[in-house]
């Protein structure tokens, strides 16, 4: 574990400062807030007033139009019984028709422009609205800092080592992340990727072959099928290692017990699940932890115990999940290896598995000597959640 970054007296140093800071802000934040609340309300009341104004000036429109409906029937009337009505009356309902259309023309134009003013001032409300939301939750939050700042101060020191930890655990996080996106690269640059590249090749090669030796074609087109299904196979061993499908669909103990299989398989060791308990759906995060930890301590198998036999001993029992990895290998000395940060994947191999557990609420024990094989314990609650994990699951998850 590295040194702490910072010393307790440093860190309140520290806070002491942002603690004054927040105070001198505080009334300025609150200052604020009472700005965007009075222009809000004063935004509210002119939307109120503005909207009767609008309904008196629709009424306004309905009478005028038909006012101005009724004139033009009597300027028509008039036209049309010429005879009956003398000059004077033709040019009066004239005059009347076209006053009225003038005003209803007039009228509607106000009538649209309060409108749109209605609806520049309900955009505006509502944004006044959102950020006196704003302002309310900061200076909520701000009185929250205070408080939580002043009233933890002398107790920050305790926290530190605490603080140290998570800080490590999510640098190695991050190495890891890197370290598995490079191997993703490295895994379809010299299978996939070479073999599509082979693929480009041979198909060239039917093409030019297709039209002159048709048997050679033949050949060529069964070169490529074997291709394509190694293809296959790589970019699904690929996915499985990024995450196993089957967590999802099939939970932890199918998908261990496949995982064995292939792996018995692939490095010829015996190897053997055991189930010594009835089988619980976990949470996600608790199973992708505990396949991950096996696939881990089977990868260290693989590489240095020399072992002929692996068991795997998964219990549900007391609210806990318990694993047991054991291998009947070399050994190792424990205090010797687990000190030295290089050992096991770039150190992030037993160090790593212990910190997922401990992510977790849990812990893992490695018990091992040299020439007495080695044994994996992991114990995790299966009703625990750990704050950083909460924060962090899919960062584990990518592992």
């Known amino acids: 574990m590295t040194k702490p970054l910072l010393d307790g007296n440093r860190i309140n140093e520290i806070l002491i400062s942002v603690l004054d800071t927040i105070e001198g802000s505080k009334n300025e934040i609150f200052i604020i807030t009472e700005k965007v609340r009075d222009e809000y309300e ?86 006044l609205l959102d950020t006196l939301k704003r302002a309310e939750k900061l200076a909520t939050q701000i009185s929250i800092a205070i408080g939580y700042l002043s009233g933890n101060l002398n107790n920050i020191i305790d926290t530190i080592g605490d603080m140290n930890k998570k800080q490590y655990l999510g640098i190695k996080i991050i190495e890891a992340q890197e370290e598995e996106r490079q191997r993703v690269a490295r895994d379809i640059h010299d299978g996939p990727a070479q073999s599509l590249a082979n693929l480009a090749l041979n198909v060239e090669l039917c093409e030019k072959l297709l039209s002159i030796d048709i048997e050679r074609t033949k050949k060529e087109l069964n070169k490529l099928k074997k291709i394509v299904r190694d293809n296959l196979k790589d970019v699904r061993k690929i996915i499985y290692d990024l995450r196993p499908m089957s967590l999802d669909d099939l939970g932890l103990i199918p998908t261990v017990q496949r995982y064995v299989s292939v792996f018995s398989e692939e490095t010829g060791l015996s190897a053997d699940v055991k189930i010594f308990s009835s089988v619980r759906k976990l949470n996600t995060i608790i199973e992708i932890a505990g396949f991950r930890i096996i696939q881990e301590a089977l990868n260290n198998i693989r590489k240095h115990s020399r072992a002929r036999n692996v068991k795997i001993k998964i219990e549900f029992k007391n609210n806990n999940l318990n694993i047991m990895i054991s291998d009947d290998g070399v050994g190792f000395d424990t205090e010797q290896t687990l000190e030295d940060n290089n050992s096991f994947s770039g150190g992030f191999g037993f160090i790593g598995m212990k910190e997922r557990a401990e992510l977790l609420g849990g812990n893992l024990k490695v018990i091992s000597s040299v020439g007495k094989g080695t044994k994996v314990i992991l114990t995790i609650p299966i009703n625990g959640k750990d704050e950083l994990n909460e924060r962090q699951n899919q960062s584990i998850n990518s592992r």
Request: zero cysteines.
């Open 42 to 127: 004063r935004t509210k009341q002119e939307l109120e007033d503005l909207k009767a104004r609008a309904i008196n000036v629709i009424s306004e429109v309905d009478v005028l139009e038909e006012m101005e409906k009724k004139s033009r029937y009597r300027l028509l009337f008039v036209s049309r019984n010429f005879d009956n009505h003398s000059e004077d009356d033709i040019k009066k309902a004239y005059e009347e028709a076209n006053d009225l259309r003038i005003k209803l023309i007039l009228k509607r134009q106000e009538e649209k422009l309060l409108i749109e003013k209605r609806k520049n001032l309900e955009f505006r409300l509502k944004d």
